[in-house]
């Protein structure tokens, strides 16, 4: 069952906000904002998001953007000369991205490679030049 909290911070979602700030409307420490995922991976924010955004409407939706019309105009000196609609596509990716993102469906992304892999460390600039001063001391030596 949903807390109180939790309910807030999806409301401020589903008008637009990110977890984040739904988070810090809802009250949260700054300590948990920082962790969006405490609230996006609950069984909770789950629950309610099948409340708030159903399959039936995201299905619902979904046909609807997949159809929506945009008014295209050619104007000449001013005039129009040409008028017709096409599919506004930007508005259809867009709000098909948004609710399969929300509703978590997205599969994970798939990382293929191939050849070697190595491991690579990053030093800070200090124990770069210590590295740096060994090597041309060994090479004196050579």
Known sequence: MATHKQEKAMKVVISGGSPTEGMKVAGYAPSVIRKPKVLTGSKAWKELMDKFIPDELLAEKHRELLEVPKKVRTYVRGELTNEYEELDSQAVSKGLDMGYKLKGRYAPDKVEHSGEIT????????????????????????
């Open 119 to 142: 491991e690579t460390l990053k030093l800070d600039r200090k124990t770069d030049k210590i590295i740096e001063k060994v090597l041309k001391e060994r090479k004196k030596d050579i």
